[in-house]
């Protein structure tokens, strides 16, 4: 995917932050220690006056060469377990005179052998979908504000208690917020608007944020307009969204069928879909369309993925906007 230049940028510099915190913490530590166990400090000076001795043994190409670096070698792991036994005997751990760095595959440089480091990735990854999420804040759509009082004593057309199938709907949404991972199943929301669709929805989106994932989320009008418009030149191109919402952790499309109907629309609502299932990643779709309306509406083949590949979830009750006003 192409990432684009602000979110490289930002990037760039939360890794630098990073690896400057991780130095200057090591600075702070290393004056500590020495302040407190001057016998390290002593090795540590010895330590770098080995160093230089190895780099003139290296320059200098000796015939002995393969005895010294030996014997250097040896007094330089001795003094190593002399510093951590001295660490540890004064209640330190032995790599607290390790720079702790938060990526130690990359040492926070963002490379590890000219490559891209997995840790770098992540952080275009957030700068990407931190831009895609300003338009999703909605305060208040949590599980802690989500009433099942709004269900109680309405009995669903197939005599079934709306209370009973809503409070199933509310803990496997929960659950799946809680557990939420890459592997986690797609899930397909239905059912008529003020339902709580939206609501469940951005908790999900919001727990998973929370505990570090990549989220998307957005109105999929929104999101096609904004494709249609970059896909036709109409934006100034730094901004890839089709590859940033592909690639997300997780990616919710709320309110599904809300979009005029074009085959532009339906075609990248299918790619949208499509790549998503096969890169195996989680996305969550709501919709206020019933599973006729959506047949008559899509393609064959995008309400046949959808089927065949989300766990459906279909909410019951009365619009809950109304209930809310009149004060249930
Ligand atoms: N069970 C609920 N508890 C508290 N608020 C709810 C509940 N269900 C819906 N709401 C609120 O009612 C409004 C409409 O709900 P929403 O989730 O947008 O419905 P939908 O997406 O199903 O059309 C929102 O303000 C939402 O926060
Ligand atoms: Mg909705
Ligand atoms: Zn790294």
Request: hydrophobic share 35%; glycine share 6%; proline share 2%.
């Amino acid at each position: 995917m192409s990432y684009n230049i602000k979110a490289y940028e930002l990037a760039e510099n939360e890794i630098n932050e990073r690896r400057l915190k991780a130095k200057s913490l090591m600075q702070s530590r290393l004056n500590e220690i020495y302040l407190k166990i001057p016998e390290i400090k002593e090795i540590s000076e010895q330590l770098s006056k080995t160093s230089i001795e190895l780099t003139k043994l290296i320059i200098q190409k000796k015939t002995n060469f393969t005895e010294r670096f030996n014997e250097i070698k040896t007094r330089n792991l001795q003094a190593q377990e002399m510093i951590d036994s001295l660490l540890r005997g004064n209640g330190y751990p032995a790599d607290y005179l390790n720079t702790p760095y938060e990526c130690v595959k990359c040492g926070d440089r963002g490379y590890v052998n000219g490559e891209r480091c997995e840790c770098f990735k992540r952080l275009l990854n957030k700068y990407e979908t931190d831009k895609l999420n300003k338009s999703a804040n909605m305060p208040g759509c949590d599980f802690k504000h989500f009433s099942l009082e709004y269900y109680k004593g309405i009995i669903n057309d197939d005599g079934t208690d709306c209370y009973d199938t809503m409070l199933k709907i509310f803990s496997s949404c929960k659950n799946y917020a809680e557990r939420f991972s890459l592997n986690s199943p797609s899930l397909f929301f239905l059912g008529k608007t003020g339902l709580g669709k939206t609501h469940l929805s951005v908790a999900i989106a919001k727990h998973a944020a929370q505990n570090g994932f990549n989220v998307a989320y957005g109105s999929l009008l929104n999101y096609l307009s904004a494709i249609e418009k970059e896909h036709f030149g109409r934006t100034d191109g730094s901004f890839d969204t089709m590859g940033a919402i592909t690639n997300a952790d997780l990616l919710v499309l709320d309110d599904m069928g809300s979009e005029f109907p074009t085959s532009f629309y339906e075609m990248v609502t299918y790619n949208i879909i499509n790549t998503r299932i096969n890169l195996g990643l989680p996305t969550i779709i709501s919709t206020n369309l019933s599973l006729e309306e959506l047949d008559k509406r899509y393609n064959d083949r995008i309400v046949s993925r959808i089927i065949g590949t989300y766990n459906i979830l279909c909410f019951v009750g009365e619009d809950n906007r109304s209930v809310k006003r009149i004060g249930r």
